[in-house]
Structure formats: C-alpha cells, structure tokens
C-alpha cells in the first residue's frame, strides 16, 4: 500500500478560491479579491519567481484538484491535443482580455455616469444573470460595476474549468488559463 503523501500548505489553498466564489456571492464587493489572482502570478513572473504561482500557489488549481480527485468527480481523460496547442492559448487570451477590456470600459462608463450600474453578471460570455442581491448600496456604483464584472469573469472561468475537470483532467483549464499563458509568456521574455 502507498503510503500517504504528506500535505503542504498550499494544498489547502483551495479554501481561499471557495471563500471568494462564496463571498462574492453574498457581497458582490469581495469580488474586488479577484485582482489579486491577476496581480501576483504577473508580479511573481516579472521578479523571478517564474511560473511558481500557477503551479504552487492557484487556489483555483487546487480547487479543481479537489474536486477531480478527492471527489473523484474527474474521468482523468486525456484532453485533445488542440486545447493545448499555441493557436487556442493564444487565441483565448485574446477573447479572455476583450470581455476584461469590455469590462474595463462599462466600469468607466459607469464612474462617468454615462451609463447606470447594472446588477447582473456576465457568465460564460454570453448571458447577463441578475446578482442583485449581492449589492450593497454602500460602495459607489462604478465599484459595484467592476466587482460585477469581475466575479462574472471569474465564475464563468470556475464552470468551465469545471467542466473540463470532469470531463477531462483536473486542471485541464490550467493549460490555457490566461494568466497561466501571460506568466509564460513574461518567463519567455525574460530568458531571452
């Protein structure tokens, strides 16, 4: 019998994925946490710590790690070859930072008032889902607008990873994730 590997810290950082989503769910202004995920695997990349975030420290990773092994929910499929290949990475990071920018652009508009905050989440790129609920009228619209934004971004890249994980392998979305090909691609860089 195998014996048992011992766990590490960052095992457990699945936890701070599932707080955000629960948060966010409740409070819309948490989804603010968000930017950390965007921030620290670019920073750790630009000063030297490579792709150490991606495979040590994503509690997104972790998360679907939990849910394809520990839950066993994962039929551990090898993935087709295209979702890995240069043309669909790049090609994702190129959709992914066009809802970012379109995101970007609405909460500006909003801080401007030339449009209205609107309460609804944009999930897999398609539909606005009402999220009302998780408003609180505390927070100036245009920071409302931006956690709206990002939660939905946020939540739709949770299902689909998901998805894949069941489908295919834990951590499938890991191979196109877009910061994931951003941090590779600032490592590129810098060994040039």
Request: proline fraction near 4%.
């Amino acid at each position: 019998m195998a014996k048992p590997t011992k766990k590490h810290w960052s095992d457990y950082l699945w936890i701070v994925s599932a707080t955000y989503f629960t948060l966010g769910f409740f409070n819309i202004v948490f989804a603010w946490l968000g930017v950390i995920c965007f921030l620290i695997p670019l920073l750790m990349a630009i000063f030297g710590g490579g792709k150490g975030y991606c495979n040590n420290y994503c509690g997104r990773g972790q998360l679907f790690l939990q849910i394809g092994n520990t839950l066993k929910w994962s039929r551990k499929k090898v993935a087709p070859r295209w979702i890995s290949s240069k043309w669909f990475r790049n090609g994702f990071l190129v959709f992914f930072m066009f809802f970012f920018i379109q995101m970007i652009i609405l909460t500006v508009s909003v801080a401007k008032g030339v449009n209205s905050l609107h309460e609804t989440i944009h999930l897999l790129w398609t539909f606005d889902v009402p999220w009302h609920w998780a408003y609180p009228t505390a927070v100036e619209p245009w920071v409302a607008q931006f956690a709206f934004g990002l939660y939905g971004i946020m939540l739709t890249s949770l299902i689909v990873g998901v998805i894949l994980t069941v489908v295919y392998r834990p951590r499938t979305w890991c191979v196109f994730c877009p910061m994931g090909n951003m941090t590779q691609m600032i490592c590129k860089l810098k060994n040039k």
